[in-house]
């Protein structure tokens, strides 16, 4: 085993964090970006995100089908996306289907939206159906560490209207595990403080989640040996998962 010391502002960066009104962004390192379809060269995503959205489109047989419509924006790009559907669609839609900015998935290189191919694509709503390659998509998504973030039953929990287009990276263990119990985001970190969560993954590694929590400026934790990720949960807390050792 070996110890670790987190702090407290370390909690706001990583990919499982929340971002939401509630939990707005806090300044950190920008995430290193890059196009994940190079025909469409402006939409960026954090790199790791970037790989495994381009190698799930592919194995949903969607590169001719499924195109990127938004992914990362800055506070600038976000804010003026706000102003300008106020301006054109009003309050109700805006504050339905547009983060507030600063408070934005798309601020982090960790979301993105994705429309089917036609002519016309709607930038705020676009078309993702629930049954060819988008079809395929979806039902793969968890398995590349894709969560279908925003579904309708869980509107009152989000405050976001239901958007099949939008898909957050938060990584294989974490997308099954959500999936497989009902979970959004909002609450992954009631069900992981409920105890340590195991699952198998396709490739027949066993992994473990659990969650810390820091209550103080800084949190000491017991990790083991081999390959471990920690990330912040933007609430006040750690997700820690850990893969075995190979043997």
């Not at 989000?158 to 009902?182: D, K, Q």
């Not at 699952?199 to 810390?212: A, C, D, I, T, W």
Request: aromatic fraction near 8%.
């Amino acid at each position: 085993m070996r110890a670790v010391t987190l702090r407290r502002e370390q909690s706001a960066q990583g990919p499982l964090i929340l971002v939401n009104p509630a939990h707005p962004l806090r300044p950190g390192p920008a995430p290193e970006l890059t196009a994940p379809d190079r025909r469409f060269p402006d939409i960026l995503l954090e790199r790791q995100t970037a790989g495994l959205l381009a190698a799930c489109v592919l194995a949903a047989g969607g590169r001719g089908e499924i195109i990127p419509v938004s992914g990362w924006r800055s506070q600038r790009q976000q804010q003026a996306i706000w102003d300008d559907a106020w301006a054109r669609e009003g309050e109700a839609f805006t504050r339905r289907y547009v983060a507030l900015p600063g408070c934005s998935e798309h601020q982090t290189g960790l979301a993105i939206d994705l429309g089917k191919r036609t002519e016309n694509v709607d930038f705020i709503c676009p078309d993702f159906p629930d049954e060819g390659a988008c079809g395929a998509f979806c039902r793969l998504a968890a398995k590349y560490g894709f969560l279908l973030r925003y579904r309708r039953e869980k509107e009152s929990v989000t405050g976001i209207g239901a958007e099949p287009w939008h898909f957050r990276y938060v990584g294989a263990p974490h997308a099954s595990l959500m999936e497989e119990n009902g979970l959004c985001l909002e609450e992954y970190g009631a069900f992981l403080d409920t105890g340590p969560k195991r699952r198998v993954l396709s490739n027949g590694r066993r992994v473990e989640v659990f969650r810390l929590s820091c209550p103080g400026e800084t949190v000491e934790a017991e990790l083991p040996e081999g390959c471990c990720q920690i990330s912040g949960d933007n609430a006040g807390g750690f997700i820690l998962t850990v893969w075995e050792t190979p043997v």
